[in-house]
């Protein structure tokens, strides 16, 4: 099984200031990385797949990068809308055999 | 719009048994692969099961293989999740969501979620 090991556990920022939250897999998963964001009592919504493609309606603060096992969401410019629970994604198997989520970053107002 | 609605949760007995329900709109259906993935108290996000557009390929954690069934009706646009042998640790919140397909298994639409409690 592939895990996913997020960090910071915790991440504090400014409104206004960048944001950079890392996930890490324990062996290749090319580029088949999604990204989601989750506030308290709502559903994860979709805002990065194939490590650094942005999905629809997601604002281009939000980028993604990296391949193989190490992963970077960089939210450019933080926006109040913006503190909220981030987890990372792997789904190496195209034949969707299994998909395995990080622990989560929680992103806080500083 | 596009929609996914989910039903059925609810608080149960260990052993017992319970069945979720996802209402599809706003899109085809039939055209999509569907999960279910769930969301403990506090907790991260797990995968439980994956059905193709067909229903002829599907897929199970090891955590509820054996005891989860997942099937759809696509003329109903439902998507369904049998739980049978509950257990505690089966407790969390359900999510249907969809699959986005071709090479990107990643899920773009995701239901308000259900709450499953099993507890004595």
């Known amino acids: 099984e592939i895990v996913m090991t997020q960090s910071p556990a915790t991440l504090s920022v400014s409104p206004g200031e960048r944001a950079t939250l890392s996930c890490r897999a324990s062996?290749?998963?090319?580029?088949?990385l999604a990204w989601y964001q989750q506030k308290p009592g709502q559903a994860p919504r979709l805002l990065i797949y194939?490590?650094?493609t942005r999905a629809t309606g997601i604002p281009a603060r939000f980028s993604g990068s990296g391949s193989g096992t190490e992963f970077t969401l960089t939210i450019s410019s933080l926006q109040s809308e913006d503190f909220a629970v981030y987890y990372c994604?792997?789904?190496?198997?195209?034949?969707?055999?299994?998909?395995?989520f990080g622990q989560g970053t929680k992103l806080e107002i500083k | 719009q596009v929609q996914l609605v989910e039903s059925g949760g609810g608080l149960v007995k260990p052993g017992g048994s319970l069945r979720l329900s996802c209402a599809a709109s706003?899109?085809?259906?039939?055209?999509?692969?569907m999960s279910w993935i769930r969301q403990a108290p506090g907790k991260g996000l797990e995968w439980v099961s994956y059905?193709?557009?067909?229903?002829?390929?599907?897929y199970y954690a090891d955590s509820v293989k054996g005891r989860f069934t997942i099937s759809r009706d696509n003329a109903k646009n439902s998507l369904y999740l049998q739980m049978n042998s509950l257990r505690a640790e089966d407790t969390a919140v359900y999510y249907c969501?969809?699959?986005?397909?071709?090479?990107?298994?990643?899920?773009?639409?995701w239901g308000q979620g259900t709450m499953v409690t099993v507890s004595s």
């Open positions: 969501a969809r699959d986005i397909g071709g090479d990107h298994a990643a899920f773009d639409i």
């Open positions: 194939g490590a650094s």
């Open positions: 062996q290749s998963v090319s580029s088949n």
């Open positions: 059905i193709s557009s067909s229903g002829s390929t599907i």
């Open positions: 706003g899109f085809t259906f039939s055209d999509y692969y």
């Open positions: 994604q792997q789904y190496n198997n195209w034949l969707r055999l299994m998909y395995t």
